[in-house]
């Protein structure tokens, strides 16, 4: 309701808004455009599109049917990976053995990933990755090649990260390690460890 408060001490966005939506604006804008064949990991790759982010789905629904299913498909792949690069329940083992090999999952039908937490906000593309890799094998293989080696060399990049700032946080770690320690021992602690 705020929005709309703002928007009308601005009439020209109203007029805009009002046009882009009612007089052709929207279609001048995102022109009707081929479609893609409907199968059912289609459906469900733009069901998960729209779910994992309704503004960039809204871009690609605007491309040629040409580009749409690529464009598609690398972006659930890369929202895949950066699933399990934010899932702070996997142990960092397994996180690091699954971003480093995600690029070869894209290859083998059938596969999905159920071990994400429950409450991970898009666990469920990983639940059902098998239509995001049936739609990924359709596509002609010098684009999946790219996707692939992409998501490859991102997801080596998020596991150098990974080392980086656990090698930090040890180095931290050791140098603050008295601070930490008294601090620990005074805050869980607080009537055992007080200098009397």
């Given amino acids: 309701m705020n929005n709309i408060a703002r928007s009308l ?14 007089l052709g604006g929207k279609e001048k804008l995102f022109p009707k455009r081929g479609e893609v064949e409907m199968t059912e990991s289609w459906e469900k790759c733009d069901y998960f599109l729209t779910k994992t982010s309704r503004s960039f789905s809204a871009v690609i629904k605007a491309l040629d049917v040409e580009l ?3 464009i598609s498909v690398f972006y659930l792949v890369l929202r895949g990976l950066d699933t399990v690069e934010d899932d702070m329940t996997l142990n960092s083992q397994e996180k690091q053995t ?3 090999s995600f690029h070869e999952k894209l290859y083998e039908k059938g596969w999905t990933f159920d071990g994400s937490g429950e409450n991970e906000k898009d666990r469920q593309l990983l639940v059902e990755f098998n239509v995001v890799i049936e739609e990924f ?11 692939a080696d992409i998501c490859k060399k991102m997801g080596a990049g998020m596991v150098e990260f990974i080392h980086k ?5 040890l180095a931290y770690i050791v140098r603050k390690r008295k601070h930490t320690f008294t601090y620990l ?3 869980c602690f607080p009537n055992q460890f007080r200098r009397r």
């Avoid at 001490?9 to 009612?22: G, K, N």
């Fill in 185 to 187: 021992r005074l805050s």
């Fill in 68 to 70: 749409r299913p690529a």
């Fill in 165 to 169: 700032v656990n090698a930090y946080t």
């Fill in 9 to 22: 001490t601005h009439p020209s966005e109203v007029i805009d808004l009002l046009s882009f939506q009612f």
């Fill in 98 to 100: 699954l971003l480093t």
């Fill in 137 to 147: 094998l359709r596509l002609d293989e010098p684009l999946q090649n790219v996707i």
